[in-house]
């Protein structure tokens, strides 16, 4: 299983862009990456899912380098309400593993 | 829909007592699975399901047993609680088992005196 290493916390003001990278050296050939926020109290939500180069969708872009050993989360414009842990996933099959994420906190 | 349903919100057991947390999930997927998330960690895998009839066993087994015998519900079971388990479950689905988008449950939040 790829392990994932990302910053333990992280701190922005509103309408700036923040970018979360993560490190997974060992990704195989399968792999997909995946991003998941989670608020206090509530269940991990679904961000964002990539393979190689660019994705984007409403809220997120992923960003992956060719040797797709780390990718980087980008969040547009952030307000308070995106303070929240990230977490970044790497793998193919049913065992996907959380790792302690990225503790993101916005401020006014 | 009412996506992944999880019950009960909290629980408080005592030492050895045994219990089952339900999940159900109204969306049809195949994948089903469990975490804990223990204060201030990220989730760990329990057990997980491709299928009805087909589990397998996560990252931190011990102690709990699931089965799965509907595409719907996926219980969790804890066979002789410690406090070592006090913990909030999570149960999630997903339409494929590959890794693509999971949906969670709100959690249920368990404390094991």
């Known amino acids: 299983l790829a392990k994932t290493t990302q910053p333990i916390s992280m701190d922005s003001y509103e309408g700036q862009e923040v970018n979360i990278t993560c490190s997974h050296n060992?990704?195989?050939?399968?792999?997909?990456i995946t991003w998941y926020q989670q608020f206090p109290s509530q269940g991990p939500r679904f961000i964002i899912q990539g393979y190689k180069t660019k994705v984007t969708n409403e809220v997120a872009s992923l960003f992956i380098p060719a040797d797709r050993k780390s990718s980087t989360l980008s969040l547009p414009r952030v307000s308070l309400s995106d303070t929240a842990v990230y977490y970044c996933?790497?793998?193919?099959?049913?065992?996907?593993?959380f790792g302690a994420g990225t503790r993101l906190t916005v401020k006014p | 829909n009412a996506g992944v349903t999880q019950t009960p919100k909290f629980q408080v057991l005592k030492t050895g007592q045994s219990m089952t947390l339900q999940c159900a999930q109204d969306m049809n997927h195949e994948y089903m699975s469990w975490y804990r998330q223990d204060p201030g960690m990220g989730l760990r895998l329990i057990h997980y399901s491709v299928g009805a009839g087909i589990t397998d066993q996560g990252e931190v087994p011990n102690g709990y047993n699931v089965s799965r015998s509907t595409t719907e519900d996926f219980p969790l079971r804890l066979l002789s609680a410690a406090p070592s388990q006090t913990s909030v479950y999570f149960c999630?689905?997903?339409?494929?088992?590959?890794?693509?988008?999971?949906?969670f449950g709100p959690g249920t939040r368990l404390t094991v005196t």
């Open positions: 060992n990704i195989a050939t399968n792999d997909y």
């Open positions: 996933l790497v793998g193919v099959n049913n065992d996907m593993r």
């Open positions: 999630a689905s997903s339409y494929g088992t590959g890794g693509g988008e999971q949906y």
